[in-house]
T-cell receptor
Framework: DAKTTQPPSMDCAEGRAANLPCNHSTISGNEYVYWYRQIHSQGPQYIIHGLKNNETNEMASLIITEDRKSSTLILPHATLRDTAVYYCIVRVSNTGNQFYFGTGTSLTVIP | NAGVTQTPKFQVLKTGQSMTLQCAQDMNHEYMSWYRQDPGMGLRLIHYSVGAGITDQGEVPNGYNVSRSTTEDFPLRLLSAAPSQTSVYFC??????????????FGPGTRLTVL
C-alpha cells in the first residue's frame, strides 16, 4: 500500500471549512483513498473514500487531484465535535480489508 | 445492533501473565482485525481474519495469538505479557460483500497496562 503524508496538526475556526490535505505521490491506479477520524480515545470512525472522482456524503467531501497524487478532505462547517485526529489511508480495495494507519492530522476546532 | 463490543475496558497485568481480550460483532461481518495504538501513534495492525477458521498476521503479530472459530468472535491472546505490550487495543470488523464494504467498524478499545 502507498504511503501517505499529512501535516501533524491544524487549527480551524468553528463554522468555517476545514481543509485537510494528504499527499500520496506513490499511489497506484487501483488504490483507493480513505479517510477515518478518531475522536479523543475512541475507536476510529469511517468518513469517506474515493478512487478518482470527487466524493461527498453527509459528513464531508473528498477532492482527489487529477493525477491522484494528493487529496483534500473538506469538512464544510467545522464544529467543536470535529476536533479529532484525521487519518488518510491509501489501499487496494480488495486486499482483505486490512488498513495501515499513519499518525494522521490532529485537527483542533477553535470557538 | 450492538456493533463491535470489546471486553474488558481496562486491564492491568503483571509481566509474564497471560490473558485474552474479547471482541464480538453482531453485524455478520466476514472480516475482523485487531490493532494496537501506543501513545501519540497511529494504529498498527496485529492480526486479522477474513472469515471463520482463517487468520493472518499484520504488522506487529509477535507476542499475540488469535483464532476465529465463529463469525461473531475474534479473541486476542497475550501469551506472556511484557511492558512493551502496554497499549490501547482496538478490534474492528467489516463486510467484504455488502454495499458498505471496506468501511471498518471499530470497538471502544481495551486499555491494557503491563507492569
Amino acid at each position: 500500500d502507498a504511503k501517505t503524508t499529512q501535516p501533524p496538526s491544524m487549527d480551524c475556526a468553528e463554522g468555517r471549512a476545514a481543509n485537510l490535505p494528504c499527499n500520496h505521490s506513490t499511489i497506484s491506479g487501483n488504490e483507493y483513498v480513505y479517510w477515518y477520524r478518531q475522536i479523543h480515545s475512541q475507536g476510529p470512525q469511517y468518513i469517506i473514500h474515493g478512487l478518482k472522482n470527487n466524493e461527498t456524503n453527509e459528513m464531508a467531501s473528498l477532492i482527489i487531484t487529477e493525477d491522484r497524487k494528493s487529496s483534500t478532505l473538506i469538512l464544510p462547517h467545522a464544529t467543536l465535535r470535529d476536533t479529532a485526529v484525521y487519518y488518510c489511508i491509501v489501499r487496494v480495495s480488495n486486499t482483505g480489508n486490512q488498513f495501515y494507519f499513519g499518525t494522521g492530522t490532529s485537527l483542533t476546532v477553535i470557538p | 445492533n450492538a456493533g463491535v463490543t470489546q471486553t474488558p475496558k481496562f486491564q492491568v497485568l503483571k509481566t509474564g501473565q497471560s490473558m485474552t481480550l474479547q471482541c464480538a460483532q453482531d453485524m455478520n461481518h466476514e472480516y475482523m482485525s485487531w490493532y494496537r495504538q501506543d501513545p501519540g501513534m497511529g494504529l498498527r495492525l496485529i492480526h486479522y481474519s477474513v472469515g471463520a477458521g482463517i487468520t493472518d498476521q499484520g504488522e506487529v503479530p509477535n507476542g499475540y495469538n488469535v483464532s476465529r472459530s465463529t463469525t461473531e468472535d475474534f479473541p486476542l491472546r497475550l501469551l506472556s505479557a511484557a511492558p512493551s505490550q502496554t497499549s490501547v487495543y482496538f478490534c474492528a470488523s467489516s463486510s467484504t460483500t455488502s454495499g458498505r464494504k471496506n468501511e471498518q467498524f471499530f470497538g471502544p478499545g481495551t486499555r491494557l497496562t503491563v507492569l
